[in-house]
């Protein structure tokens, strides 16, 4: 499910038996497979109180890419 903020858009999406919240990137338009997974949680309801509280250090940008895999 897409959930919007004053923050931004987050996309909270189930795998398995816990929620992903991702951050949906504010250049585009919100659709699965862009962002960044932030955290996960074991209920819908944590995820949207994460999303409220989140606070972004520093901005997206385009050239962003994830961590590699250790």
């Excluded at 999406?13 to 816990?18: A, D, V, Y």
């Amino acid at each position: 499910m897409f959930y919007n903020t004053e923050k931004g858009q987050f996309h909270i999406r189930k795998l398995g038996n816990h929620y992903s919240v991702i951050k949906l990137p504010d250049f585009t338009e919100a659709h699965v497979g862009t962002g960044h997974i932030l955290s996960s949680f074991s209920s819908a309801e944590e995820a949207q109180s994460y999303c409220d509280a989140w606070e972004q250090e520093d901005p997206f940008t385009r050239d962003q890419t994830a961590p590699p895999l250790s």
